[in-house]
């Protein structure tokens, strides 16, 4: 069964500090790879995705992940992180069958002034 | 609308009762599907549909719960005798199909309160 990992579980900033949060996956076939946002009492909004093609993918906010096959990971970036990034950010993988994403535990962002 | 709508957004019950949850998705989206996000664990897939094939059940923590989706469209989520270990957010989703990676658009969720 696939399983992603979100390795940190809070992760606290100064604004202008650069981001990556880790996200590992268990699945050895071709995956689609995405990364989702929830800001405080808002639902689930897609950041970025990759299905194929170009490993880095640049998303909505600055943001940008790099898929590596050989570490199956897809860790999401950003250079200078904001107050507003302040969010819960999740990690999902899907395969090309017919199953649903699955999800990372997610990481709680807070970016402090 | 534009996005994905449940009702209702908040539902506080007491132990033993049933409760039952909606979701409107995107409009012409064929796939549907419910999430339970509990404090600490991430989204956690329950069960979806896919225009008029069987249900994926295979998310449904126990036979307490059940959903249906009526037309391709609107889908109930109907959880019987709640236990206080029911009390998450149920999170809906949509996307206009599924094995393609296609990206699911979420709704706001129902919380639910197990007292």
Redesign the interface.
């Known amino acids: 069964a696939q399983s992603v990992s979100?390795h940190n579980?809070h992760v606290i900033l100064s604004e202008a500090a650069s981001l990556e949060l880790g996200c590992n996956y268990s699945y050895g076939g071709t995956v689609?790879l995405?990364w989702?946002v929830q800001y405080p009492g808002?639902?689930?909004?897609?950041l970025l995705?990759y299905?194929s093609g170009d490993p880095l993918v640049k998303g909505i906010k600055g943001f940008e992940a790099e898929f590596i096959k050989s570490k199956f990971s897809f860790n999401l970036r950003k250079p200078s992180v904001q107050w507003s990034d302040t969010a819960e950010y999740?990690c999902?993988v899907?395969n090309?069958?017919?199953?649903?994403?699955?999800?990372?535990?997610?990481t709680r962002l807070s970016v402090i002034a | 609308g534009a996005g994905v709508s449940q009702s209702p957004s908040n539902k506080v019950t007491e132990k033993g009762k049933d409760v039952e949850l909606r979701c409107d998705p995107i409009s012409g989206h064929t796939a549907l599907y419910w999430y339970r996000q509990s404090l600490g664990q991430g989204l956690e897939f329950l069960i979806y549909f896919q225009g008029n094939s069987a249900p994926d059940k295979s998310g449904l923590p126990s036979d307490r719960f059940s959903a249906e989706r009526t037309g391709g469209s609107v889908s109930t989520l109907t959880i019987q005798r709640t236990q206080q270990e029911d009390s998450a957010v149920y999170l809906c989703a949509s996307s206009q199909r599924t094995g393609t990676g296609q990206p699911q658009h979420f709704g706001d969720g129902t919380r639910l309160s197990i007292l």
Do not use: D
Not at chain 1, 42 to 46: D, S
Not at chain 1, 96 to 106: A, D, I, W, Y
């Open positions: 979100q579980h689609n995405f989702y808002q639902h689930l909004q897609l995705k299905f999740f999902a899907g090309s069958g017919n199953t649903p994403l699955v999800f990372g535990k997610g």
